[in-house]
């Protein structure tokens, strides 16, 4: 069965710090992964999208890295800020014979403080 | 470029009842994928339109439905509502089929509680 599990669930940092949310999944054949952020009441806004052959991609504060091989990926936030504050989704595609289908982890919800 | 546009925001409606939800996508795009938020479950995909025909469909009962007309514009129609269809509706637009390199653009969705 195809799954996308995402920890922790929950973070609350300082402004100004990093923070690294961590995603694994079980999603075969692997098509893409995809990281959102979704600020309350808003739907999700695309951060990145990273096949199988990219390692490492970013998006201004935002990087994300790729481990095909162990099936885990990362998003790292650089010198955080309050409009941070959001729950991330990692989304997995996969291809299937009807096109590709998306598999969503719950979120990690995190929360900058002063 | 205007973004993907969810109407209404937000529903209240009664058990048995019968909602109707639309969705205008990002001018271009032509697959338009809807999805149910739950605090519990996250984001669970419903089905996915494209050039007017469902391509795709998630685990959900046939009381859900959905359409999309020549102007890429869809709906969704949940009928005999029941009190667990309380949840956040999200539609979504992509240049490509859903899933594929393109990304989603989501609206901000329609909030539907059921009493």
């Known amino acids: 069965k195809n799954q996308v599990e995402q920890s922790p669930q929950s973070l609350i940092i300082l402004e100004g710090k990093n923070c690294t949310l961590q995603?694994?999944?079980?999603?075969?054949?692997?098509?893409?992964l995809r990281w959102y952020k979704q600020d309350t009441g808003r739907g999700p806004v695309s951060l990145t999208i990273?096949?199988?052959?990219?390692n490492t991609k970013s998006n201004g504060r935002y990087t994300a890295t790729l481990d095909a091989d162990t099936k885990q990926s990362s998003l790292h936030i650089t010198a955080s800020q309050l409009s941070d504050s959001a729950s991330y989704i990692c989304v997995v595609s996969a291809l299937t014979g009807g096109g590709n289908k998306l598999t969503f982890g719950t979120g990690t919800q995190l929360k900058v403080e002063l | 470029k205007a973004g993907v546009t969810q109407t209404p925001r937000y529903l209240i409606k009664t058990r048995g009842q019968q909602v109707t939800l639309s969705c205008s996508p990002i001018s271009g795009h032509r697959s338009v994928s809807w999805y149910q938020q739950t605090p519990g479950q996250g984001l669970q995909f419903l089905f996915e339109?494209?050039?007017?025909?469902?391509?795709n469909k998630g685990n959900f009962p046939g009381r859900f439905s959905g359409r999309q007309f020549s102007n890429s514009r869809s709906e969704m129609n949940v009928s005999t509502l029941e009190l667990g269809d309380s949840a956040l509706y999200l539609c979504?637009?992509?240049?490509?089929?859903?899933?594929?390199?393109?990304?989603?653009?989501f609206g901000n969705g329609t909030r539907l509680t059921v009493t």
């Open positions: 995603c694994n999944y079980t999603v075969s054949p692997f098509s893409n």
């Open positions: 979504a637009s992509s240049l490509e089929r859903q899933g594929a390199k393109s990304p989603l653009h």
């Open positions: 339109y494209f050039s007017e025909t469902q391509r």
């Open positions: 990273m096949t199988f052959s990219e």
